[in-house]
């Protein structure tokens, strides 16, 4: 039921025609079907004729064959009584009803009396077909087949193989020409330089080239023996800052060298730890010296507990804790007590870090003044250093030195990190303690900061490579 409380209208079904809605159903004039009046009436159309017009025409297509129309078809094997052209609906309206409309194709209906005219509607479109489905059913789509490579494919193929060939030419000749050198890795604080000489770099000014050998005596012949006696090949040594020598030294070798338990409070244990560890440190240093033809001679060592005057001043000088090398005489220099607890407001090495190993590694950078004194590097440094017109341009040149030999003490502790022994954690403690050493505030900027103390230490050990301590050139930043 509707919300007014009355039935509403009968439902209209396809095919039936549209009433209005203003007019009274059923329309006025319009009979109701009667019951029948005897039990088999004769069977009758209920719709008339139409008065004019062709034969009726059956809706549906005549087959192919068949008899003439008119004429009863043949019986099938189950259907209605023979004489009827097609077997009747299972089911249909009751008698004197209007059949049911088939559809746009079927038999017109006769327009009610009072109705309005009706007006032809289209018939409705056809739903849209889904993508993908034809009009014989719901096959898929059929897949497409692989097309053979085309030109495109073909050129892409022989372009590609060409350029991965030149990328494994280019890399080939670049891993040949590393392996014929032994400098292979870039250094971590430089790399923006190459270990050799680059044209125009040469500094004629200072460097110095002399033979390290001497030749022996002219050949000579004698009466009882023709014999020619073959001089030494003569090495010829390149003592400038760039392009020295020593660069082609290449790693330290490691060395056994066993620190044991000392003290460094301890003078006489920290002075016998600090002779012993040199003499490792010429074992170390002198064999790749020497092939390079460069001369070897290990420096002294001059240890006291307090104070004391070397060939180049005192030491510690006032207000530093800091050894020092004499390059007059090739001699280390160095207070025990200093370096331990420190002297006047200069804090010492023991106050920073109590393991023997800060002090160790700082006569190792010692050592490294040492082996610029036997390359030439130390002259050069010195003769720059008196051309310098102004202080600052000194202090850089100071710095690049004590760089280097901080660079030169990493790769010594490095060679012996097996053996010393230095742990992991005791590495970690190295490389936080030259963080905490260099230029202090207030004092002049000669050593280099603080920052790149520990770059350079790490460069060392890590790189191991006498290269990679060319602190000549270095990015001032890196030097600073």
């Not at 209906?109 to 409705?124: A, L, M």
């Not at 010429?282 to 005057?309: H, K, M, N, T, V």
Request: contains cysteine.
């Amino acid at each position: 039921m509707t919300g007014n409380g009355q039935h509403p209208p009968p439902s209209q079904g396809p095919g039936q025609p549209q009433r209005p809605p203003s007019l009274p159903w059923p329309p006025p004039g319009r009979r109701q079907p009667q019951p029948p009046q005897s039990q088999n009436p004769p069977y009758q159309h209920p719709y008339p004729s139409p008065p004019q017009g062709p034969p009726y025409q059956h809706p549906y297509p005549r087959p192919p064959q068949g008899p003439p129309y008119g004429q009863p078809y043949p019986q099938p094997p189950q259907g209605p009584p023979h004489g009827h052209p097609y077997p009747q609906p299972p089911q249909g309206p009751p008698h004197g009803q209007p059949p049911f409309n088939p559809g746009p194709q079927g038999m017109p209906h006769p327009q009610p009396q009072g109705w309005p005219p009706r007006q032809q509607q289209p018939p409705p479109p056809p739903p849209p077909m889904p993508p993908g489905q034809g009009q014989y059913g719901q096959w898929p789509p059929p897949r497409r087949g692989k097309s053979g490579m085309g030109v495109a494919g073909i050129l892409g193929a022989v372009f590609g193989s060409t350029a991965a060939l030149f990328v494994l030419i280019v890399i080939g000749s670049v891993v040949f020409k590393d392996s014929s050198r032994s400098e292979t890795t870039t250094p971590v604080a430089v790399p923006t330089y190459t270990p050799y000489e680059r044209p125009g770099e040469r500094e004629p000014d200072h460097a110095t080239e002399e033979p390290t050998r001497r030749p022996t005596q002219a050949p000579t012949r004698t009466a009882t023996q023709d014999t020619t006696v073959t001089p030494p090949r003569q090495v010829r040594l390149d003592t400038t800052l760039k392009n020295n020598t020593l660069y082609r030294a290449g790693a330290l070798p490691r060395v056994g060298c066993r620190a044991g338990d000392v003290s460094i409070f301890s003078h006489a244990q920290l002075k016998a730890l600090i002779l012993k560890t040199g003499k490792c440190m010429d074992r170390a240093w002198g064999p790749i010296l020497r092939e390079q033809g460069i001369d070897f001679s290990p420096p002294g060592y001059a240890i006291a507990s307090g104070r004391g005057r070397g060939a180049c001043g005192d030491y510690p000088s006032a207000g530093s804790m800091v050894p020092y090398y004499c390059p007059r005489n090739s001699t280390i220099y160095a207070s025990t007590s200093a370096m331990a607890r420190g002297n006047g407001n200069a804090r010492g090495y023991g106050q920073i870090i109590s393991w023997n190993g800060g002090i160790i590694s700082m006569m190792a950078h010692e050592y490294g003044h040492h082996v610029q004194n036997l390359s030439g590097l130390m002259n050069s440094w010195w003769s720059q250093t008196l051309e310098s017109g102004n202080r600052s341009g000194k202090l850089a040149l100071s710095r690049r030195l004590e760089l280097q030999a901080t660079c030169f003490g990493g790769m010594w502790m490095r060679s012996v990190a097996t053996s010393y022994p230095i742990s992991p954690a005791d590495r970690s403690r190295l490389f936080w303690f030259y963080g905490q050493v260099g230029d202090q505030p207030g004092y002049p900027r000669d050593h280099g900061s603080r920052a790149n103390n520990n770059r350079w230490f790490r460069q060392g050990w890590e790189k191991n490579q006498t290269y990679q301590c060319n602190t000549w050139m270095a990015p001032s930043p890196t030097t600073s």
